[in-house]
């Protein structure tokens, strides 16, 4: 029944991603990466803040449990600000594809850190359902060499990467701790360092007249990702971590449909077999994981 809820939770991850990965987008471009990962950081800090406080005490002393999370922090600090400057420079066409590597990043790190293994199939329909994201994202006719040279490209890539990874110790920090508590401590450390930064730019003043201005963006963005790690952290400490990434990275199926259902999108040939496949991959893996 707790993989049964773990493989739920990834699905309503994968929703809220759907959508908060193109409110951040807009957010990025309007208002600047700093600016957007403090305001996500501060609503995070404040909704979580009232299940949690009587726990608060337990952060001030030094253990594992303590190291674990700080090291979350700071690779998740540094992921997102790859990933949105990524998000700001280049195409949501052209990074969405690279970004389903951060389920081999997160898998890598749970077989070598943690012993957590996962059977032959899965691990088969976890490269199948990677290889079919990336073909439903990836939007150019042909592939060629000019996709590396794309703005944004390589960011993608150390950002794949650095989210894989904190992906992982997000999840592990939240069965040290819990998941509640592990996204409180992330929020509050990136929201002191954000805030930090903005005030020696003297940005901080402006940062909340941009908020006054431009909540129809930021409110919504901030509750679609805090809802998507809250989802997802929960989801990590109930079933396999690998399987749980894989799953909620199929988020890239949402803002397909998304692109068809509102934008009247065209999809190419080799998207309608990567949407088709993918969604299959997705429900069989969900179907085993849970047996």
Same mark, same amino acid.
Request: glycine share 6%; with cysteine.
């Given at each position: 029944?707790?993989?049964?809820?773990?493989?739920?939770?990834?699905? @309503? $991850? +994968?929703?809220?991603?759907?959508?908060?990965?193109?409110?951040? /987008?807009?957010?990025?471009?309007?208002?600047?990466? !700093?600016?957007?990962?403090?305001?996500?950081?501060?609503?995070?800090?404040?909704?979580?803040?009232?299940?949690? =406080?009587?726990?608060?005490?337990?952060?001030?002393? !030094?253990?594992?449990?303590?190291?674990? +999370?700080?090291?979350?922090?700071? @690779?998740?600090?540094?992921?997102?600000?790859?990933?949105?400057?990524?998000?700001?420079?280049?195409?949501? $066409?052209?990074?969405?594809?690279? =970004?389903?590597?951060?389920?081999?990043?997160?898998?890598?790190? *749970?077989?070598?850190? &943690?012993?957590? #293994?996962?059977?032959?199939? /899965?691990?088969?329909?976890?490269?199948?359902?990677?290889? #079919?994201?990336?073909?439903?994202?990836?939007?150019?006719?042909?592939?060629?060499?000019?996709?590396?040279?794309?703005?944004?490209? !390589?960011? *993608?890539?150390?950002?794949?990467? *650095?989210?894989?990874?904190?992906?992982?110790? +997000?999840?592990?920090?939240?069965? @040290?701790?819990?998941? &509640?508590?592990?996204?409180?401590f992330t929020d509050t450390f990136i929201l002191i360092l954000t805030g930090i930064y903005l005030i020696v730019q003297g940005k901080?003043?402006?940062?909340?007249?941009?908020?006054?201005?431009?909540?129809?963006?930021?409110?919504?963005?901030?509750?679609?990702?805090?809802?998507? =790690?809250?989802?997802?952290?929960? #989801?990590?400490?109930?079933?396999?971590?690998?399987?749980?990434? *894989?799953?909620?990275?199929?988020?890239?199926?949402? $803002?397909?449909?998304?692109?068809?259902?509102?934008?009247?999108?065209?999809? /190419?040939?080799? /998207?309608?077999?990567?949407?088709?496949? #993918?969604?299959?991959?997705?429900?069989?893996?969900? +179907?085993?994981?849970?047996?």
């Amino acid at each position: 029944m707790n993989i049964t809820i773990g493989i739920g939770l990834a699905f @309503v $991850a +994968m929703l809220c991603w759907g959508f908060g990965d193109f409110l951040i /987008q807009k957010s990025a471009r309007k208002i600047g990466d !700093w600016e957007t990962l403090f305001f996500i950081s501060l609503f995070g800090a404040i909704v979580i803040f009232p299940f949690i =406080w009587k726990d608060i005490p337990d952060l001030f002393v !030094w253990n594992t449990k303590i190291f674990i +999370m700080i090291i979350a922090g700071v @690779v998740l600090f540094v992921a997102a600000l790859i990933d949105f400057e990524a998000l700001r420079k280049g195409k949501l $066409a052209i990074i969405e594809p690279i =970004w389903s590597f951060e389920v081999p990043a997160a898998a890598f790190l *749970a077989f070598f850190i &943690l012993g957590e #293994s996962i059977s032959i199939t /899965q691990i088969i329909l976890i490269i199948f359902l990677i290889i #079919s994201l990336f073909l439903v994202s990836f939007k150019e006719k042909t592939f060629n060499k000019k996709f590396f040279l794309e703005k944004g490209v !390589w960011l *993608a890539f150390f950002g794949a990467f *650095a989210m894989g990874s904190a992906n992982f110790f +997000m999840g592990w920090g939240g069965r @040290v701790s819990n998941p &509640l508590m592990i996204n409180f401590f992330t929020d509050t450390f990136i929201l002191i360092l954000t805030g930090i930064y903005l005030i020696v730019q003297g940005k901080l003043i402006k940062s909340f007249i941009d908020l006054k201005d431009k909540y129809k963006i930021i409110l919504p963005m901030s509750i679609a990702d805090k809802v998507a =790690w809250l989802a997802y952290v929960f #989801s990590m400490s109930l079933a396999p971590i690998a399987v749980a990434t *894989a799953l909620s990275e199929s988020y890239i199926i949402v $803002a397909v449909i998304l692109g068809i259902a509102v934008n009247k999108e065209k999809l /190419q040939r080799h /998207q309608k077999i990567g949407l088709i496949s #993918s969604i299959i991959t997705a429900i069989v893996l969900a +179907m085993i994981t849970s047996s």
